[in-house]
T-cell receptor, first 115, second 111 residues
Framework: NAGVMQNPRHLVRRRGQEARLRCSPM?????VYWYRQLPEEGLKFMVY????????ESGMPKERFSAEFPKEGPSILRIQQVVRGDSAAYFC?????????????FGSGTRLTVV | QKEVEQNSGPLSVPEGAIASLNCTYS??????FFWYRQYSGKSPELIMS????GDKEDGRFTAQLNKASQYVSLLIRDSQPSDSATYLC???????????FGPGTRLSVLP
């Protein structure tokens, strides 16, 4: 019974390149959340998606960042033209319902380093 | 702006002592409250949830909630060196669809 799977675990990109982060939710979960954790800071909500729909992207930077959760396959967080300030840990979580009232389990995260 | 605040620490306690971690939140409509533990370089791990005023105990952990004071705390009894981690307070926001996290309190349990 696999948990939330994220890959890659570590990703190094040069400034200006694109970063693609993948998240496969737990089996039976159709709600996915992305959070970002900058060094020495807490987690910040980025985006909440259901299959084929973005429900809340209020935490997403307006430029260069996008997210999708297609009908088939993992959720993708895409960062175009990365800059040093994008270096962070990106965590994904999933839940079976739209309410986060019961807490949710995070994946192991993707640590992005921009050089 | 909805905020969750915690003392950043580090909080140092001797092994076997009680560690007390505090959290305040600004959004009065928040209904659900969580404590996550995060070891360095790892992902956050859910350790406690609490939804109503009062205390909730689970093993060595006790969560306390006071909605009138907008205050949540976590007590860790008989602290162990393996409890050394950052503890994140999380509060539901936006009709329960996502969490607002505090900055975390770093706990160090000294052997």
């Amino acid at each position: 019974n696999a948990g939330v799977m994220q890959n890659p675990r570590h990703l190094v990109r040069r400034r200006g390149q694109e970063a693609r982060l993948r998240c496969s939710p737990m089996k039976g979960h159709s709600h996915v959340y992305w959070y970002r954790q900058l060094p020495e800071e807490g987690l910040k909500f980025m985006v909440y998606l259901q299959k084929e729909n973005i429900i809340d992207e209020s935490g997403m930077p307006k430029e260069r960042f996008s997210a999708e959760f297609p009908k088939e396959g993992p959720s993708i967080l895409r960062i175009q033209q990365v800059v040093r300030g994008d270096s962070a840990a990106y965590f994904c979580a999933s839940s079976p319902t739209q309410e986060a009232d019961y807490g949710y389990t995070f994946g192991s995260g993707t640590r992005l380093t921009v050089v | 702006q909805k905020e969750v605040e915690q003392n950043s620490g580090p909080l140092s306690v001797p092994e076997g002592a009680i560690a007390s971690l505090n959290c305040t939140y600004s959004d009065r409509v928040s209904q659900s409250f969580f404590w996550y533990r995060q070891y360095s370089g790892k992902s956050p791990e859910l350790i406690m949830s609490i939804y109503s005023n009062g205390d909730k105990e689970d093993g060595r952990f006790t969560a306390q909630l006071n909605k009138a004071s907008q205050y949540v705390s976590l007590l860790i009894r008989d602290s162990q060196p393996s409890d050394s981690a950052t503890y994140l307070c999380a509060v539901t926001s936006n009709y329960g669809q996502n969490f607002v996290f505090g900055p975390g309190t770093r706990l160090s349990v000294l052997p």
